[in-house]
């Protein structure tokens, strides 16, 4: 039996887990004036990306659910709405462009909203969304005169934002759109198949966002009317939903256009390879009489002209001749 070696084995007993040390939880807070009765005034919490850790400090201050819980830190939510006595539950999907991917994502936001509080929530950095929350973070007038028409007005404020951030990413795919048409008609159509496929899986992602997302904001908007938005800013919301039925229409319109392109695409590809397979069939036809004639001139026969002096060059001068007038001849039919 050949010698093997002994595997050096660690002391026995269970192995600790290595402590993991404690981190804060990353929630930042935006606080409005206390009201003439001394009651606290509204107050944003914002939590990006949020985790465990986030949710176990958020449940030490609010009372939610615990399935809602359960959702912020679940990453495979449908938009929908969750209705409570003291507040409701929102989850909403958004477009996000990924800069080093080079592709269009979901980003997902969720929001707990109640009489003087708006908890927002995104799973994905939001530009749009930090930059109202930032704001109010610095301008105590622009926070003052948003918070005093109360969480309903400022969450329309972050959705008109949101869906306003929609639109720049609309016109990229339809620059990606213009470039595949100049593309087609330049001759570089083989070039803009992936194009046209990677455009193509950009509107679909789009509208997998968009569309589930309208019968939400539908639901959204009588759900906080009444409850956490005054009566006469009950308009606002209209305005979001306007907004994402535009969005819609152009993703739409997108699609139309898209599915145009690629029936352009191929029947351009398919012309181009009909002409290949017509030049190959006219040279094969053009080497047919070639072929023929010094075949028949090969054979070990007599043959006229085979103890000529002059019989190379005659029998060159007869295919050059029987060449010329098939070239004339596809000329004429419009085939060469």
């Not at 007038?141 to 639109?167: H, N, T």
């Amino acid at each position: 039996m050949p010698f093997l070696p002994r595997i050096r084995r660690g002391p026995r007993g269970p192995k600790l887990p290595a402590a993991v040390p404690e981190r804060e939880p990353r929630i930042e807070r935006v606080l409005g004036a206390l009201g003439d009765d001394g009651a606290p005034g509204l107050r944003w919490l914002n939590i990006e990306q949020p985790g465990s850790v986030e949710m176990s400090a958020l449940a030490k201050e609010f009372t939610f659910h615990e399935l809602d819980y359960e959702d912020v830190l679940s990453r495979r939510q449908r938009p929908k709405i969750d209705e409570y006595p003291e507040y409701l539950f929102v989850v909403l999907h958004f477009p996000r462009y990924d800069k080093l991917a080079g592709r269009l994502g979901t980003a997902e936001l969720d929001v707990f909203i109640g009489p003087d509080f708006l908890i927002t929530c995104p799973n994905q950095p939001l530009r749009a969304l930090g930059r109202v929350f930032h704001r109010c973070q610095n301008d105590e007038k622009y926070r003052e005169e948003l918070f005093a028409k109360g969480p309903g007005y400022v969450l329309y404020v972050v959705m008109s934002e949101l869906f306003d951030y929609c639109f720049p990413i609309l016109d990229k795919i339809g620059h990606k759109l213009d470039e595949i048409e100049d593309g087609l008609f330049e001759g570089r159509a083989k070039e803009m198949v992936r194009q046209i496929s990677n455009t193509k899986q950009e509107i679909i992602a789009y509208r997998k966002i968009i569309a589930p997302e309208l019968p939400t904001l539908r639901v959204l908007e009588a759900k906080i009317s009444g409850r956490f938005l005054p009566g006469q800013l009950e308009v606002y919301f209209d305005d979001v939903i306007d907004a994402g039925q535009r969005v819609w229409d152009v993703l739409e319109n997108y699609k139309e256009v898209v599915e145009a392109l690629e029936g352009t695409n191929e029947t351009v590809v398919s012309h181009g390879l009909n002409d290949t397979l017509l030049l190959l069939t006219v040279l094969n036809a053009l080497v047919l009489p070639m072929t023929f004639i010094t075949g028949l001139w090969g054979m070990n026969v007599d043959l006229p002209l085979q103890n000529h002096e002059h019989a190379f060059t005659i029998i060159l001068g007869i295919i050059a001749f029987v060449l010329t007038v098939f070239v004339l001849a596809f000329r004429r039919w419009r085939r060469f």
